[in-house]
Nanobody, 120 residues
Framework: QVRLVESGGGLVQAGGSLRLSCAAS????????MGWYRQAPGKQREMIATISRGTNTNYADSVKGRFTISKDNARNTVYLQMNSLEPEDTAVYYC??????????????WGQGTQVTVSS
């Protein structure tokens, strides 16, 4: 099995910054894509940023220029640097990973989520 553990959420004032981390562990053969999603109260979960195995990145329009996704392959960890945070960024942030396990089974895994709250 594969486990994703997020950290780095918290309360920040508008205009501030936070850095989220997500570490993957378990029966990992290769991590294909990783990404960050968020879900605000009463809204659907939305993609924020993704990074491919080849480090190609993709961002939601709402965070382009403010958020940066990166990864450390040696640590099986993906990061989300969030700058110029706005109250509208308040949500639970989830890490996602497309993983091929040592049993050569490919599945998508999710972390438990970390709360980000931006005060005005």
């Amino acid at each position: 099995q594969v486990r994703l553990v997020e950290s780095g959420g918290g309360l920040v004032q508008a205009g501030g910054s936070l850095r989220l981390s997500c570490a993957a562990s378990g029966s990992i053969f290769v991590i294909n894509d990783m990404g960050w999603y968020r879900q605000a109260p009463g809204k659907q979960r939305e993609m924020i940023a993704t990074i491919s195995r080849g480090t190609n990145t993709n961002y939601a329009d709402s965070v382009k220029g403010r958020f940066t996704i990166s990864k450390d392959n040696a640590r099986n960890t993906v990061y989300l640097q969030m700058n110029s945070l706005e109250p509208e960024d308040t949500a639970v942030y989830y890490c996602n990973a497309d993983v091929t396990t040592t049993a050569l089974r490919r599945d998508v895994y999710w972390g438990q989520g970390t709360q980000v709250t931006v005060s005005s």
